[in-house]
């Protein structure tokens, strides 16, 4: 299943809400991850389930969606939030598969 | 916790061999499943293959006929075996812990480590 996310770019201030976009070429139910990379750093699993936070992930990270359309919203910036965020599905494999990733990057 | 390690240069045509320790307390690799995922600036991350601790192994089909993957319960490791690597295989190699509370099927990864960079030129 290909997994394409947009904006692949999202340029936003501490204090936005943002929303980032995963679309599934397939239906992929609600068998989505959600991961948080800042550079150097090994991705960090956010959201399972499309809407369940891991491990002591912040209450300001929500995910939401399901079939073909997924989102990931960041309710207020924070300074530890500008990173690249990827989608991964799980619903359908071999082989698992990730979107492309957008970063968020202070405006 | 995770840790991979590699020769960080590989030749055209040869046999790349990666390692990943598991080190968390009481925690031995034997209680996980494993993948290993590879990044590059042009493909993004790419999924290479699962382990069980079953010992059942899934690949990418477009890696199938050149990998393996096993893990030495002995030494707590995870470890990557891809044979023949061209160009296409430089990237930065993760391995990853599947989390426990997946269902059955159900593939996400709750551990990475930090990865190892993998260039393969002659």
């Known amino acids: 299943i290909v997994m394409t996310q947009s904006p692949a770019t999202l340029s936003a201030s501490p204090g936005d809400k943002v929303t980032l976009s995963c679309r599934a070429g397939q239906g992929a139910a609600r068998s989505v991850a959600w991961y948080q990379q800042k550079p150097g750093q090994a991705p960090r699993l956010l959201m399972s389930?499309?809407?369940t936070r891991a491990a002591g992930v912040s209450s300001r990270f929500s995910g939401g969606g399901s079939g073909t359309e997924f989102t990931l919203t960041i309710s207020s910036l924070q300074s530890e939030d500008f990173a690249v965020y990827y989608c991964?599905?799980?619903?359908?494999?071999?082989?698992?598969?990730f979107g492309g990733g957008t970063k968020v990057e202070i405006k | 916790q995770l840790q991979e390690s590699g020769p960080g240069l590989v030749k055209p045509s040869e046999t790349l061999s990666l390692t990943c320790s598991v080190s968390s307390g009481s925690r031995r690799s034997s209680d996980y499943d494993w993948a290993w995922i590879r990044q590059t600036p042009g493909r993004g991350l790419e999924w290479i293959g699962n382990?069980?601790?079953?010992?059942?192994?899934y690949y990418n089909e477009s890696l199938k006929s050149r990998i393996n993957i096993s893990v030495d319960t002995s030494r707590n490791q995870v470890s990557l075996n891809l044979t023949s690597v061209t160009a296409a295989d430089t990237a930065l190699y993760y391995c990853?812990?599947?989390?426990?509370?997946?269902?059955?099927?159900?593939?996400?990864?709750?551990?990475w480590g930090r990865g190892t960079l993998v260039t393969v030129s002659s």
């Open positions: 990853a812990r599947r989390d426990k509370r997946a269902y059955q099927y159900d593939w996400y990864f709750d551990l």
């Open positions: 991964q599905q799980y619903n359908s494999w071999p082989p698992l598969t």
């Open positions: 382990i069980y601790k079953s010992g059942s192994t």
């Open positions: 389930e499309a809407s």
